[in-house]
């Protein structure tokens, strides 16, 4: 065979197979195409941007060996730079509870809310603001919205649900503050990468003492460990995927795990947004204590006996269609 019959032996073999792989080249446009399309519009960003929120490493803020000033600097420092966050795409599950999507926001210094629904409607409604917190469970028994004003919760059976003060909600989403007025010990080794800090309140009547979990490299809090003054462990919180902010350069996680073992409670959440220093709705209605029709409100600052310690219930089953 010649050389100019061999190259039109590889045209016509080359026209043959152009029509087959054309198509499989459509279809591969297709696929990317429509992973590029997922992507959007899940997140609202492209795909590289929101993979690199978890595959960067968080930029290192420490040296090795840092002392204990350096590091309550960087921690007390990130949470300087968070004055509020919201995510309107969390979602929360707790054992034997199916998991449920969630709207989650808060504004320092301790207001909260965090509300979860199903596709059928709400399940669970807790916040708190200046004045009063207060929580509400579709299928908690006895129905009520239970609220109790801040100034009462410490001999209020509010802590039989919630045993730790309102605003460690925000510290258990990363947003720590340390005050070097406190006791605070460390840093001490605890395994690869981490440090703990153990602190303990200097204010007269206060016993609660924390133990800090910390990133010896980023600096970011990764568990924090809340203690009575018997020592009874009473809420802890691991956080985790944590993201830097570009606009405040804030460091916060995506997953956070909070556990209260008085009150026998789990919860996780993963955050597929942060909104930070930029809430979606307004602070006055966000942070308003809502009512609920056929929930008669109910005071827990008041004798009203023991609470169950778990008031979550299972979301019922929604009413089968029949056609």
Known sequence: MTLDEGRLRARQCATKLRPRQSAVARRRH???????????????????????????????????????????????????????????????????????????AFQRPRSFRLIAQTFIGREIDLGSNDEVLWFWIKHAQPPALFYCRHD?????????????????????????????????????PVGTGRVEIKTRASAPGNGVSRILIVDDSSGVVLEEHVYD????????????????????GARLPRHVEIKWPPANFELSVDMADLHINQLTADPRELFSKPSYSGYPEMDLAQPIGPLRPSVVGPPQAPPQVRY
């Open 152 to 188: 009462q919760f410490a001999t209020s059976a509010a802590r039989q649900i919630i045993p730790v003060e309102p605003e460690w909600l925000i510290e258990a989403f990363g947003v720590v503050t340390l005050n070097p007025a406190d006791h605070i010990e460390g840093p001490s």
């Open 229 to 248: 003054a018997q020592g009874q462990r009473l809420a802890s919180a691991a956080m985790s995927k944590h993201v830097r902010d570009p606009a405040s």
């Open 30 to 104: 297709g696929w990317r195409l429509g992973l590029l399309l997922l992507c959007v519009s899940a997140s609202g960003a492209s795909c590289p941007n929101v993979l690199q929120q978890y595959t960067q490493p968080m930029p290192r803020a420490l040296p090795s060996g840092a002392p204990l000033t350096q590091i309550i600097d960087v921690i007390n420092d990130n949470s300087a730079r968070v004055q509020s966050v919201s995510t309107t795409r969390a979602t929360i599950s707790t054992p034997g509870v199916p998991s449920l999507s969630a709207n989650i």
